[in-house]
């Protein structure tokens, strides 16, 4: 088990920053860090570490290691908590990458009825918005909006995210409204930064791509929809997130005839972790409720 405990200290090291650090996670004093690294270093017959007075960086030997190695430790786990195990009860750990906006609207209530449902669940939810590769990135799970394809990943589509374009009315009744896509360039826009600054539209004669100056670029979504509220531009917003001020008459949707390309949240899982029992349970919790969440007028 030395081998497998300078492993898990050198993931730890690797992900704080020095073994002071790593030694307040792990319980035990630097020096016991310090010897299990040698150790590991020993083994390995090269250096993982460049190390200083104050600091340590991971030289390209442990670029390589950690990349593997956190997959390693979780497969570990999995087979430990195999054994044994009541296989009527979901138990382990799951770490999941899940859009800001979409986790703090929805997806956090989502979350916490899935651990309520399994006791013995533990989960991890960082927010990106940003596309990322759960394998590389050492996570079970990726939910995202933004089209990706990874190798060795698994996509799995959850819903529908119909975009939406949309203005205030006072800020149509001031500056009026579109009546074509190319029109926008006359327009205050509002952008969000991960979707780039190109507005695609479906048209009779194909996609109609709109290269747009925004007035606004942020990478948050519920400002977004603040500052469309409060008539500073046009933006495209997600349906779930401009939905409610929709209805209530504080936005309206413009080129209705024009609408703007769909896309899909996924479910992008390792292929080797998407047979877990626990992964494949909360694939199939997400699912039900995103179909739901997608189809829902309130």
């Known amino acids: ?36 690294i040698t150790q590991l270093e020993h083994a390995m017959g090269t250096r993982l570490f460049e190390r200083s007075t104050r600091s340590v960086a991971l030289t390209e030997a442990g670029l390589q290691l950690k990349a593997r190695a956190s997959a390693v430790l979780a497969d570990f786990d999995d087979l430990v908590h195999s054994v044994q195990r009541d296989d009527r009860k979901l138990e382990g750990h799951i ?9 703090m609207l929805h997806l956090g209530a989502v979350f916490n009825a899935f651990m309520a449902q399994h006791e ?26 933004r089209s990706a394809s990874y190798a060795d990943v698994v996509d799995v589509p959850l819903c529908s995210a119909q975009p939406v374009l949309v203005a205030a009315p006072n800020y149509v009744a001031q500056h009026g409204e579109p009546a074509h896509p190319r029109e926008l360039i006359e327009h205050s826009c509002l952008a969000f930064a991960p979707s780039g600054r190109t507005w695609q539209f479906q048209s009779s004669r194909g996609v109609l791509s709109v290269d747009i100056h925004p007035r606004l670029t942020v990478d948050d ?29 504080e936005l309206q949707q413009l080129l209705t005839a024009y609408p703007l390309q769909d896309n ?26 995103m179909e739901l969440f997608a189809n829902s007028k309130a």
């Open 120 to 145: 013995r669940i533990t989960l991890e939810i960082v927010l990106v918005d940003v596309s990322s590769n759960p394998e590389e990135q050492g996570f079970d799970m990726a939910i995202s909006g």
């Open 264 to 289: 899909w949240f996924r479910a992008f899982v390792p292929k080797r972790r998407y047979r877990l029992a626990r992964i494949e349970a909360l694939v199939k919790w997400l699912s039900a409720d």
């Open 221 to 249: 979504n519920l400002t977004l929809l603040g500052a469309t509220q409060m008539g500073m531009g046009i933006a495209v917003l997600p349906s779930y997130v401009a939905r409610k001020a929709l209805n209530g008459g």
């Open 1 to 36: 088990m030395s081998t497998l405990s300078n492993l898990k200290t050198f993931v730890a090291v690797a992900n704080y920053g020095g073994f002071s650090q790593a030694a307040r996670k792990l319980h035990v004093v630097p020096s016991v860090v310090a010897k299990r």
């Open 95 to 103: 770490r999941v990458m899940a859009p800001t906006t979409l986790t």
